[in-house]
């Protein structure tokens, strides 16, 4: 297939959320048809709530540095599927991309036409197989694999790691990963496997926190708490510089950038820096070259669509924020650490995702709300109901109703003097169509 028709045959198989499966027995047959590509990969999974995907850039762009051929895989996109399987930092190709879903469709096809499947993987599971294929035949040093959903059931529970990382758990995804925080700590921890090293977020709810240390000691490992580096300033957009302490030796006392904004950026960073130190000493770096590569990266680390910054007048601020955890962390990024203000908002969100959780956070720091929809979801919210839930927390002079993302914007940027800021939050599908337009306008 080209990579227009591969894209249709993805989409065709249902959407990736609400037709998603937990279980492993599709894709290990899947995986299994295809020469189990994922059992020749050196890989270190990351889950969890919050951070996961930074965490994966961050460390990515680490070992990277160090001259590691790095593969990445994560999800969703922004804007295109390509996105999500990348290596040093390049998406896979659009022919490479058709081939190698062509590849998964045809394996599919003869699974099911021999009964060894019972029914069509997921959007998910046929990408999953698709991207640790591409890795395989490229014969990487390492992968970084970002979990899905939860991780127990997830398609990318099939690796077995050389480490595991666990980032902040919240309250995301209940219906799939059960109704409390101690129900998706066992599901997120479900990618702990004996024998691998585990990396834990040290910033854990205390339910949370209990539940990971049990399974960790079910497993029989002594999980590595890690804890955030230290925010000593932070520039005139917000992003935060940190120091170094006795956990990083060939950098203890020396400052960084990091390329990503939010204080919360420094624990993912300080997970990230941990794993990369371990896993290039086990490759026989040198301390000053391991310091290097962890300075270089976390200041070069591309990570679209989270409090990504474009300079203009007004600037653009997008950001992904898609779960209370998530909007709470963008709240805080705009009242403490940037100073840019009148602040105008650009939201839209899915039925599935609290949208008075999304967007009561921001009610103290956003002076004017724009409601609009997310382009070709049938789970958007309506915008009628976003104003209904909007008007307890803002006048109804400040709310203000516009059929798509690209009215929005342009009524935002009418509406945002050039010392203002528009904020753009809510969906990382909204995110990624505002970037795509903005991309286009300054072509």
Not at 46 to 68: D, E, H, P, Y
Not at 298 to 327: F, K, S
Request: charged share 20%; aromatic share 6%.
């Amino acid at each position: 297939m080209k990579f227009e028709a591969s894209v249709e045959y993805l989409y065709g198989l249902g959407n990736e959320v609400t037709t998603m499966k937990l279980g492993l027995d599709a894709v290990v047959s899947l995986l299994d048809a295809l020469g189990r590509p994922d059992r020749k990969l050196v890989s270190i999974h990351v889950a969890g709530t919050n951070g996961k995907g930074s965490t994966c850039a961050f460390l990515a762009c680490i070992l990277q540095r160090a001259g590691l051929r790095v593969g990445l895989y994560t999800s969703p996109h922004l804007m295109s599927p390509v996105e999500r399987i990348k290596i040093n930092g390049q998406s896979v190709s659009e022919d490479d991309f058709g081939r190698l879903i062509t590849q998964a469709r045809d394996a599919v096809e003869r699974l099911l036409a021999s009964g060894r499947l019972p029914g069509r993987p997921t959007f998910f599971e046929h990408l999953t197989a698709a991207a640790f294929s591409h890795f395989d035949e490229q014969g990487l040093d390492v992968v970084i694999a970002e979990v899905g959903l939860g991780g127990r059931l997830d398609a990318t529970n099939v690796l077995a790691p050389a480490a595991a990382v666990i980032t902040n758990i919240g309250e995301d995804h209940r219906e799939w990963l059960g109704p409390t925080l101690a129900h998706i700590a066992r599901e997120k921890a479900g990618i702990i496997k004996p024998g691998a090293p585990v990396y834990i977020a040290d910033t854990q709810p205390e339910e949370a926190r209990r539940v990971l240390e049990q399974v960790a000691a079910e497993k029989g490992i002594a999980p590595a708490w890690v804890a955030p580096l230290s925010v000593v300033r932070r520039d005139a957009t917000g992003r935060p510089w940190v120091s170094f302490d006795e956990r990083l030796p060939s950098l203890r006392g020396r400052e960084a950038a990091l390329a990503l904004r939010g204080a919360h950026q420094a624990q993912n960073a300080a997970l990230a820096a941990l794993v990369a130190q371990d896993h290039l000493r086990g490759r026989g770096f040198d301390e000053p070259a391991i310091g290097q590569a962890i300075s270089l990266g976390l200041a070069e680390t591309d990570w679209p669509g989270r409090l990504q910054w474009l300079d203009g007048a007004p600037p653009v601020l997008l950001d992904g924020a898609h779960n209370p955890q998530g909007a709470q962390a963008l709240a805080r990024f705009l009242e403490a650490e940037c100073n840019r203000r009148p602040v105008t908002a650009v939201f839209a969100t899915l039925r599935d995702k609290p949208a008075v959780a999304l967007m009561s956070p921001l009610a103290k720091v956003v002076d004017r709300l724009i409601l609009t929809e997310v382009a070709g979801q049938s789970r958007t919210t309506p915008r009628d109901q976003l104003e209904v839930m909007a008007l307890g927390y803002w006048l109804p002079s400040s709310v203000t109703q516009m059929p798509d993302a690209a009215a929005a914007l342009a009524w935002a940027r009418q509406a945002t003097p050039p010392e203002g800021l528009i904020v753009v939050f809510g969906s990382i599908y909204l995110v990624g169509e505002v970037l795509g337009l903005l991309r286009d306008s300054a072509a």
